[in-house]
């Protein structure tokens, strides 16, 4: 099959409608039966529709950088939507929609930033597979940032996955008993499925720019190439603005402290772990506290200061009450 012109010669167009109808669809039967269980399936799914269709209409599906950074972005989104459709599965449901679920609007608009984040993360292969890009040659496969863009997709996507395992594993076993997750990656970063995920993107940017990191492409095509690490930009600024570092940092945190769950082996695992990063503990909390909050990402909205951010009566009522269960039984 030769190369389908859609639209446009980006395949900005098409990708952008063929997302807004898919998410469409699952998020009309997410709020008419209430059914959690397809909400992250949707997103990590799309990625792979998205690529596989625009692979198709390339014309290009020969070229082995084109096959590559399709077939990684596929990997990643096939692996990241059946992980968190198994854990929906196990749990039951998200709590993430409980105050969205029965609200219309609400409920719609996480579904439309679903969309941007799918349509804009997937623009580095978008791109790549257009028209516009592969009329012209490429530089044969084997490139330098093609070979550093497989290293750092292999450390990104083990990562993600061994952690992802790690974490579910953990909380398996522990339960809610206030256990700390400090096993295996989660003793080098707090998070290291967040910065497997920021590699993973990087990667795949470095592999989809060579031909014009190599001079083949020119004009318009070579600014769209260097112009897609939006989506990586994206995905970074979400993770460690938007929807993860702040809603589970501080928050959980803060948590801890009020219901008197571990805190101070929490705060001793926050003093010597990396928030992103990985870095060995023993040296991280030694680290001057000026580079935490520079190099190592460690930025002050992330920080829980309980003189500042707690409810100290909640504290309190959480220490009595410890202290009560802490209580010899008296027999008579």
Known sequence: MGVVHVLDGYYLSITLLITIAYQLFFFSIAFTFKFDKLTDFAGGTNFVILAIITLAFSGNHGNARNIVVSIFIMVWGARLSGFLLFRILKTGKDDRFDDKRDKFFPFLGFWVFQMLWVW????????????????????SFGTGRDIAGVILFTIGFIMECVSDIQKYRFRTAHGSDGSICDVGFFNWTRHPNYFGEIIIQFSIFMIAVSPAAYGYVHGGAYSALYASIVGPFFLTILLMFVSGLPLQE???AKKRYEKGINWDAYATYLRRTSILIPFPPQIYEKTP????RTIFLEFPIYVFDPAKHADQSKAQSATAEEGRNDEPVLRD
């Open 250 to 252: 501080r928050p959980g």
């Open 120 to 139: 804009i993360v997937s623009l580095t292969v978008t791109i790549l597979n257009s028209p516009n890009i592969t009329q012209f040659n490429q530089p």
């Open 289 to 292: 506290m000026f580079l935490k």
